[in-house]
């Protein structure tokens, strides 16, 4: 062999991409000139993909492997160039490593409100926010699609493309869900691969898929949330009235507790007001605590209405005349078990005093019976 033969031997390029950025989808190998001795070793590692680009069109694309740039497997190079089986001669053409990695944590969210309607509060306004995942799917399309000629292409140069098309999917489908404002925290999850796949389908013409699309959080506006506090308030508080009640009686306490702060002073205070303000009621009310002939009449008791449970069903609600009726005819027994608002569980139309005075027109069974 001779000397010439050994340098050529000993200078063939090597052609590799080693990435450390975690953000760089496309980075091209940069050679003077663009020159490729024939018969390079090109290195493809796992998670890339290598594209030929030879005089401005898409060539040969490599997956994960290690190969000698020759004319048996760079067919489509080789069909470009007419080269024939003992070609080797350098050549030129433009290499563009791709990563066919998951880029992981981006970001998206609802620039501006949703607007909705919702079967409980009506037209509402909703935010929404999250992240997502992409991969590369088809390297020469990316390249030929959204790259170009970037030497250097990261996630951030399509990120916000992105988001535009997520937020877009996002708005149409809570919109057309259906589901309840209260009840959206429960369908993150079909949301989310609902919109990935609908996205995914955009995203296939740019050589790119979304394995996963999670939606993290789905609020109300500052002043509904605020609104809907006080209703949860309300709904944990109960009767106002006694609530209203207790809490007076404690800040009294708590003044009485400490007479010498300016606290105190002021819970003295309070307590005579709330003195002078029980005796005017008092007053009002006249002599013996009895209510003034003037007075309004209290209100009408409300009629309870009931349920029964018969063959493991429930019926009603029924009014007790309705109940006394059916008791007549036969309907109700004794042993019928009823249930009403308040009531401690079922119980036996017997055992209820409001009803047992329905049974008493009939004689009750002789004993032994």
């Known amino acids: 062999m001779g000397i010439f033969d050994f340098l050529s031997g000993q200078f063939i390029d090597v052609i590799h991409w080693t990435d450390d950025t975690r953000d760089t989808m496309v980075w091209r190998f940069e050679r003077e000139g663009h020159e490729i001795k024939y018969g390079a070793k090109l290195t493809v590692r796992e998670g890339q993909a290598a594209v030929f680009v030879h005089e401005g069109q898409l060539a040969d694309v490599f997956t994960p492997g290690l190969y000698m ?60 926010f999250g992240t997502y995942t992409i991969k590369v799917s088809d390297p020469g399309r990316f390249l030929t699609e959204i790259v170009g000629t970037d030497g250097e292409f990261t996630r951030d140069e399509i990120s916000y493309q ?39 389908k955009t995203l296939l013409t740019y050589g790119l898929i979304m394995p996963e699309l999670y939606i993290e959080n789905i609020s109300l506006p500052p002043a509904v949330e605020t609104a809907l506090d006080k209703r949860s308030s309300m709904g944990i508080a109960g009767d106002l009235s006694k609530y209203q009640q207790y809490s007076t009686a404690e800040a009294m306490t708590t003044a009485a507790a400490n007479p010498g702060s300016a606290g105190g002073g002021m819970g003295a205070g309070i307590g005579a007001g709330l003195g002078m303000a029980m005796g005017a009621q008092m007053t009002r009310q006249g002599p013996w605590g009895a209510a003034p002939a003037s007075a309004a009449p209290p209100p009408p008791p409300v009629e309870h209405v009931w349920h029964i449970a018969r063959n493991g069903a429930t019926e009603g609600p029924f009014s007790r005349a309705r109940l006394g009726r059916m008791a007549q005819e036969g309907d109700l027994a004794r042993d019928t078990y009823v249930w ?5 569980g079922w119980m036996r139309a017997e055992d209820v005093t409001e009803l047992a005075q329905l049974f008493t027109v009939l004689p009750p069974p002789p004993p032994g019976a």
């Open 69 to 128: 740039l020759e004319t048996n497997n760079m067919p489509i190079l080789t069909t470009l160039q007419h080269w024939d089986h003992g070609f080797k001669s350098p050549f030129k053409s433009e290499i563009y490593f791709v990563s066919t990695n998951r880029f992981t944590d981006l970001k998206w969210g609802t620039k501006n409100p949703v607007m909705l309607r919702d079967p409980e509060f009506g037209p509402i306004r909703l935010r929404a």
């Open 162 to 200: 992105i988001r535009n098309i997520i937020v877009q999917e996002v708005s149409r489908v809570l919109a057309s869900s259906g589901v309840p404002v209260l009840d959206m925290a429960a369908n993150t999850r079909d949301f989310g691969k609902l919109v990935a796949d609908e996205v995914s």
């Open 340 to 344: 009403t608002a308040g009531q401690d």
